[in-house]
């Protein structure tokens, strides 16, 4: 389904989530007014999204590798993307101007799901669900994809020591 055009009526549910996407859609604002729109008077929507890359590093590491071995910019201001929502502030932003009242925002840290002898496991797992990471990836020949696959494992071992 689109959330830019959600195909349901006006004033149809109490609750919408939305967890780990917004970040990817062409336009936040248009799926937040969506959102908005198909919520009953009162209706509440919960959003969650990465917030940068320093505190996401099982994420970024191998974003940041992939893009260097494959000499690939970094992803443009407002572009959607992983990281695209993660400024202080900007969900609720977006929220505000899709006239949502009493907007609330709130940081969760959320620790890596796995430890630092865990990291060849994390990455392989990431790849197959992160349609990013296989596009990214798909750029690289063989040889450098396999030089980038270990160095990003030895580095997410290394950052995950950080929080075990």
């Given at each position: ?13 109490d609750?919408?989530?939305?967890r ?6 062409p336009?936040?604002?248009?799926a ?9 008077p009162?209706?509440r929507?919960?959003i ?11 994420t ?15 992803p443009?201001?407002n ?14 932003s977006?929220?505000?101007e ?12 959320v ?17 197959q ?14 040889a ?13 071992g290394?950052?995950l020591?950080?929080?075990?």
């Amino acid at each position: 389904m689109d959330a830019a055009g959600l195909r349901f009526p006006d004033n149809t549910f109490d609750v919408s989530l939305c967890r780990g996407s917004m970040m990817f859609f062409p336009s936040p604002l248009t799926a937040a007014k969506e959102m908005q729109r198909v919520l009953k008077p009162g209706g509440r929507v919960a959003i969650s999204a990465l917030s940068s890359p320093e505190r996401n590093p099982w994420t970024a590491i191998g974003y940041e590798v992939i893009r260097r071995r494959a000499g690939l910019p970094q992803p443009l201001p407002n572009q959607p993307g992983t990281f695209s929502l993660g400024a202080p502030g900007k969900i609720a932003s977006i929220l505000k101007e899709a006239q949502f009242r009493d907007v609330q925002a709130v940081t969760v840290e959320v620790p890596p799901p796995v430890g630092p002898e865990q990291a060849a496991e994390l990455w392989a797992a990431h790849k197959q669900f992160s349609g990013t990471t296989r596009d990214l990836m798909s750029k690289l020949p063989p040889a450098e994809a396999q030089a980038a696959n270990e160095e990003i494992t030895s580095r997410l071992g290394d950052a995950l020591k950080s929080y075990y």
